[in-house]
Structures are given as structure tokens and as C-alpha cells.
């Protein structure tokens, strides 16, 4: 079962191309800050602007330069169900440990389509799938109902799901609909101490990518079930997980990873740019509210 923090490690671009030294360099500082697992080529990964030939270039240096220091969780999401099978199957050869599937976005499935999309990913490929549920971007919803039916039909190739939909519920719905050893990571940094308390085990995270350790350190807090200390620290992260928002997706985590490290810029590709003057003053407050600047 995958536990813990888990960034959702973004693209680094550099004069329009991805900058795989600074990737190479993000991944060793997340493992060195104990992120439990690393996830390329998700939403914060800018997976959407990636071509094809790019997007498997991203998961093979992930793959590679980790060297089975965690494990890997590579992002296969597409709208396309071809598309995100032939994702799931580079990632597979190249040695990813998961996959990360998003619910097709703007085609708008239904449940049935959901189901059979998911059923064809799982059939024709045996790398393990964690659901990928945010339907404020995709718009359709991977209902309670549907995750277990799924998860029951493939026990062992849909073992868990990344929830963002902003409802602790699913958190109870899929444990009792599924059982505990399904695994439930919050897709909310600043719902993760709520989901970790109603029984997931750890969250993929966008504000991991500034600040692993503080990430890694409050999640060990609650599998201590210390959460006192894991309220703590949170209280030092709450101003950081909304500054990650404060303009569009990852736009001001770019921008706090350009101020963290000087190998780092905060480019990104269109039609995302780069973050207005207002997140910037909220991600600097942030930081320095976390102690991170």
C-alpha cells in the first residue's frame, strides 16, 4: 500500500523544454526530505501540455533516476482510453511500480463509461491502477459506488484512489464498500489531516513540491496517531496548501519552488503562465509562515 507524502512532482521547463537536470535534482531533494513515493506527469505535472514522446521521457527519468528509492506512480491519465493504455504500458516496461488515472476529462462519461474505460485499462494491462477522482476539473464524478464496484471486479489491479472531490465522506463510503486495504490518499493537501483520520493513509500533494519534509513529518505524526503534533504542522502548511491555488494550478508552486531554489524557474506552458503579483505576495507570506524562507 502506498502511504505517506507524495508529490505530484511537477514538469520543470526551462527556454520552452523540459529541464531534466532540475528534475533529476527535485527528485533527489524529495527523496532525501522522505516523500514516500513520486508521482510524474499528474495535473501539477502539466501532463496536459506534454507530447506524447515527452510525457514517457519525464516517467523514464523519474523511473530511472529514483533507482528504487520509492517507488514510483506514474500518471497515464488521458481522455483517451487508447491514449492512457498506451501510458499505462511505457510506464509498466519502464518500471513504475502504479499508475495514476485520471477520470477522462471533457468527454463527461458515464458511470457505465467510467466503468468500462477503467475495465479495459485493467484487462489489457497488469500494472496497478490508483483511481484518479477531481471533478472539478474533469467535471465527471467517480461516485462511491462506482470506485467499489471497480475495485471488486479488479482486486488486484484497482487497489486504491486519489480523491479530490472535497468530500471526507468517500473516505468512510470506500473503506466500508471496499475494505482497508484499498488505498486512500487525499488529493487535498488541507483535507489530508481529516482523511487521514477517517482512514486514508497519506495524501498526493502539490505543496510536498515545497516542502517535502514538513510534508513527510506530519504525515508520520499520523501514522503515530499523534495528531496533536500532526496539528501542529499543519497549522504551519495551512497557509501554504491555499497559496498553491491562490492563481491557476501550478502556476504559484512553480513560482515557490523558484524562490526555494535557485535551479528552479517558474516557467510553464500554454496556456497556463506564470502566477499574478497577488499569489506571489501569498505564496511568499506563505513560505514564510511555514519557515521556508
Sequence with gaps: MFSGSIPALVTPFRDGAVDEA?????????IENGSKALVPCGTTGEASTLTNAE???????????????VPVIAGCGSNDTANALMHMTFSKRYGASAALVVA????RPSQAGL????????????LPIILYNVPGRTVTDIEPETVCELAKRFPDRIIGIKDASGDLSRVVDHRMGIGPDFCQLSGDDEL?????AAGASGC????????????AEFQQACVDNDFAKAREINDKLYPLH???????????CKYALSRVHDWMTDDLRLPMV?????????????????GLQ
Design 55 to 69: 510525457h514517457h521521457r519525464v516517467i523514464e527519468i523519474c523511473v530511472e533516476h529514483t533507482a528504487g528509492r
Design 192 to 196: 489530508s489531516l481529516p482523511a487521514n
Design 204 to 215: 498526493i500533494s502539490v505543496t510536498a513540491n515545497v516542502a517535502p519534509k514538513l510534508c
Design 115 to 126: 466503468i468500462a474505460h477503467f475495465s479495459h485499462l485493467a484487462e489489457n494491462c497488469d
Design 104 to 107: 477522462p476529462y471533457y468527454n
Design 274 to 290: 506564470k502566477c499574478s503579483d497577488k499569489a506571489k505576495a501569498a505564496v511568499d507570506e506563505a513560505l514564510q509562515h511555514a
Design 242 to 252: 491555499y497559496a498553491m491555488f491562490e492563481d491557476a494550478s501550478p502556476a504559484p
Design 22 to 30: 532540475a528534475f533529476r535534482r527535485l527528485i533527489d531533494w524529495q
